[in-house]
């Protein structure tokens, strides 16, 4: 104690002098004669020296978070060693945990560990060196106030993990002592606050800095205990002689006065600095009364202000239970009711159903499910505003007609549930629901509706299975035909249960080979040649035998599964026509189908890539079949993937041709080698004239395109007469052969004139040619069922004719056009006049095309936006060519999709 009274005040002293005396250092020379030439010439030549220092040792070595920098007496002694030997060192943080000899071993780079405590309570590896003494200080222990021991009592150490040499020493020198491992010097602390532990162990200068905290105030250096401490540099085993002995020369040669302003400037005039969280607990008394003070303020005011509004708080409470009663009102509405309609949401609508059928367990109820057809054309043919007339119409209708005796809902955007009793299920009755409806012009609109209708006869099914099955019944019409309602009974279980085995049977199947590839032949009618076959896919089960295609493949469909059977007739549509190859040597084109699952199949449209090079047969061979409903699913998608498969090679057929909503805008977008109308549409409308008609524009809207025409479903002579006649010489159908396995289709090659159908599709589709004294000219442009307009560009006013729905479009009668539009121009807003003179110049060429879409007039004065595609056609007899101008009205198109 004596030791440590004279060295804090020569300390003291010191600081006192250093600050009083001028600062003459710079420049100063300092007397390095003590080395010797070889030492010199060792640290003018030794490189970085890495030394590993504690980083959270305050006042003996820390890392500064702020500058990045170590701080402390140990890191300002290597700086007085660099400054004045020219050793050169790099500091590294060192986990206190760790072992000086451990540290070595992971760390073979490092030099040096510092500081290292060398005392009498630890003992320090002999396979380090150890340097001279660097800070001579103690080893204290810190408990409360009045806390005395001795080496006889039992008492507990709170030791820091970085203190763990020190920990088994006091076991030793105190043997009645508990030692309590902490994993920081925090910790350690916190356990003597708590009374958890007696005292806690640490250097005297780290001691005496951490007492400092309002925290450990009542905290104290226990007395008369203490343990010479000294701190030193340690190297490594193999480290240069010549290196330690240069470090212990300054250690040796440094004066007291070097040695006490360096442990002044890091602990005395080191102000502590509080945290915020320390502040607070310093001056916790002063923010306790002033909360204490301020929430005794708030208080009265509150009291004050509750006594002098006490009415007007009752007056306030009253309107806020009826507000919150009509908040309450309308969140039940919001939860309940359909925002449109104002009729049930399909959750309310099962629990009220469900309360219906348990008020009246003797009556018998039908749930019907309902579904408008094609309700997204509507909305893009008459808008949004409109449909959504249209369904609050048959939201009103269904109020007037079933009103107390039944439950009803919109269940989804185009969908409504009734729920009545059973005797008043009859079609009639169920039709009249939603039928005769009007739209925005006053004219009647006829829907086209699908039911699925569930009788629960047997009073065993709730009402969320009840709308279960009328869900599952509407799915089994939701794909056909023809039909429109679809009862829940025993066959439409029967039938599921079907579906169900084949898709259970369905890989087995292709496994053992029930699965096989039929050909169906395609032939030139005017050369009887054959050109082409179409592969479909048969399966002959092992048990049923053979399945037709109508019962399993709408089932793979819609489940997905047609991917796989897709894939089957690809890959074996190849191997068939490698096969004939080698065999026949004849490339013999094959078509296969593409479905509309396929496309959304990852990287479909390369499998037919890989195929082909697998087979080693030309890509267009392989003619793949699209449908012009899968342009109406995703037709961004499909017009990318046409487009690469048409730069592989591949022919592409869009099959069932008219059959959906939009083809010119389709045709338009993709480009296709062949179009397939199937003859099955004349069977389906009774006006055979005009559906000849049809097929007429069809065909020289194909040949316009530079497109070939395949026609399906020929089934007799004057049929295919018919359609050579237009210009659709490829049959396929039974007239010539049903599809038949592939041994019995090469049977043709033996009896008929094989000429395939290949990529050069388009060299051999007919001119069009229009004689202006051609009686059919008019009828022909009658028939096309867009407006049409064809002139002499020369001479415009002399030759022009349009038929009546150009006519319609633009507003006027055919007598006006004859006088005073047969320039189209004439009614072209004036900002798209050049954008259209500008297209029609790039017309000098027969089969030469464009589309576009303008801004036009009605005769009217009423702006309109028009789709135009205009084409030059040759006209063979004057040998002119004269423009065909096509256009479509999209005016409420545009409208809806913006």
């Known amino acids: 104690m004596k030791f440590i009274s004279k060295l804090v005040s020569v300390l003291f002293c010191v600081t006192v002098l250093v600050s009083c005396i001028p600062d003459f250092s710079a420049g100063a020379s300092y007397d390095n004669s003590f080395l010797t030439e070889e030492e010199t010439e060792f640290a003018e030549n030794s490189g970085v020296i890495t030394v590993a220092l504690y980083t959270n040792l305050n006042t003996i070595s820390f890392l500064d978070e702020k500058t990045g920098e170590f701080e402390g007496v140990v890191p300002d002694i290597l700086d007085y060693i660099s400054e004045r030997s020219g050793l050169k060192f790099n500091c590294i943080p060192y986990d206190m945990t760790m072992r000086a000899e451990d540290f070595f071993r992971e760390n073979p780079e490092c030099d040096i560990v510092a500081p290292i405590f060398k005392n009498e309570l630890n003992s320090v590896a002999t396979s380090i060196k150890l340097s001279s003494a660097v800070v001579g200080d103690d080893l204290v222990f810190a408990g409360k106030e009045g806390f005395l021991l001795s080496e006889e009592a039992s008492f507990s150490v709170a030791v820091p993990k970085h203190f763990f040499a020190v920990g088994e020493g006091i076991q030793k020198k105190f043997p009645h002592a508990e030692i309590i491992s902490c994993d920081t010097k925090k910790d350690a602390f916190r356990l003597v606050k708590k009374g958890d532990a007696d005292v806690v162990v640490n250097d005297r200068f780290l001691m005496k800095y951490d007492l400092k905290s309002p925290y450990y105030s009542n905290l104290e250096i226990v007395p008369n205990i203490h343990f010479e401490n000294n701190m030193v540099l340690g190297a490594a085993q193999d480290t240069d002689p010549l290196m330690m002995s240069i470090i212990n020369k300054l250690i040796d040669n440094m004066t007291d006065s070097e040695t006490s302003q360096i442990i002044v400037e890091n602990t005395m005039s080191k102000t502590y600095q509080l945290s915020f969280a320390e502040v607070c607990y310093q001056y916790r008394t002063y923010i306790i009364s002033g909360a204490i003070l301020l929430a005794f303020l708030i208080i009265l005011e509150i009291l004050f202000v509750r ?475 009658e028939s096309i069922p867009v407006g049409v307009k064809i002139y002499d560009p020369d001479k415009e006013n002399n030759f022009a004719i349009a038929n009546e729905m150009f006519c319609e479009i633009f507003g006027i009668t055919e007598e006006h056009f004859k006088k005073e539009l047969p320039s189209l121009f004439l009614s072209v807003c004036s900002e798209d006049q050049q954008l259209l003179r500008d297209k029609l110049a790039t017309l000098n060429n027969a089969g030469d095309w464009f589309s576009t879409d303008i801004h036009c007039f009605k005769s009217t004065g009423e702006k309109m936006l028009i789709h135009l595609m205009a084409k030059v056609i040759s006209e063979n007899v004057f040998g002119k060519l004269m423009h065909l101008i096509a256009v479509q009205d999209i005016t409420e198109y545009d409208a809806a999709k913006k």
């Open 307 to 781: 006594l002098n509004s006490a009415k007007r708080k009752s007056e306030f409470l009253e309107e806020k239970s009826k507000a919150d009663e009509k908040y309450r009102h309308e969140l039940f509405v919001q939860a309940n009711y359909d925002d449109l309609t104002g009729i049930y949401n399909s959750k309310y609508f099962l629990v009220k159903t469900q309360e219906m059928l348990d008020m009246n367990p003797d009556k018998y109820y039908a749930m019907i499910y309902i579904n408008i057809d094609n309700f997204k054309l509507l909305n893009r043919m008459y808008g949004q505003e409109s449909c959504n007339r249209l369904l609050e119409f048959i939201a009103s209708d269904f109020r007037k007609k079933i009103n107390s005796t039944g439950t009803f809902c919109r269940y989804s955007s185009d969908c409504f549930a009734v729920c009545i009793e059973m005797r008043r299920v009859v079609e009639e009755r169920i039709s009249n629901l939603c039928t005769s409806v009007f739209n925005d012009n006053g004219k009647v609109l006829n829907l086209k509706y699908r039911m699925g209708i569930c009788t629960d006869k047997e009073k065993t099914l709730n009402a969320e299975q009840m709308l279960e099955d009328a869900q599952l019944a509407f799915q089994n019409i939701s794909k056909e035909y023809g039909t429109n309602i679809s009862v829940f009974d025993n066959e439409l279980i029967d039938k599921l249960l079907m579906e169900k085995t084949f898709i259970d049977e369905l890989d087995a199947a292709l496994e053992n080979g029930e699965f096989q590839v039929y050909l169906q032949p395609q032939f030139s009618h005017k050369t009887k040649s054959l050109i082409g076959a179409e592969a479909l896919v048969r399966w002959i089960h092992p048990e049923r035998g053979l399945i037709p295609p109508y019962k399993f493949i709408p089932v793979f469909e819609k489940s997905g599964n047609i991917i796989k059977v897709d894939s089957f007739v690809w890959e074996q549509a190849c191997k068939i026509i490698s096969r004939w190859k080698k065999e026949y040597n004849i490339e013999f084109p094959i078509s296969v189908n593409i479905s509309r699952n396929d496309m959304y199949s990852e990287d479909w449209e390369k499998k037919f890539l890989q195929l082909t090079e697998k087979y080693n047969i030309p890509p267009e061979l392989l003619h793949l079949e699209i449908t012009e409903s899968a342009y109406m699913d995703n037709s961004q998608l499909l017009v990318e993937k046409v487009k690469e498969l048409k730069n592989q090679g591949f022919v592409v057929a869009m099959d069932d041709f008219g059959s959906g909503y939009s083809s010119l805008n389709m045709l338009q977008d993709i480009d296709v080698d062949i179009l397939k109308i199937d003859m099955r549409f004349l069977h389906s409308n009774s006006n055979s004239n005009s559906t000849g008609n049809i097929l007429k524009a069809v065909a020289n809207m194909a040949t316009w395109l530079g497109l070939a025409v395949v026609t399906e479903g020929v089934e007799t002579k004057e049929q295919a007469d018919f359609m050579m006649s237009i210009g659709c010489d490829v049959i396929q159908g039974y007239f010539y052969g049903k599809p038949v396995p592939v041994e019995e289709f090469e049977g043709f090659f033996k009896t008929a004139e094989v000429t395939p159908l290949t990529k050069n599709l388009r060299d051999s589709i007919p001119e069009v040619s229009f004689l202006a004294g051609n009686s059919d000219l008019n009828g022909l442009v």
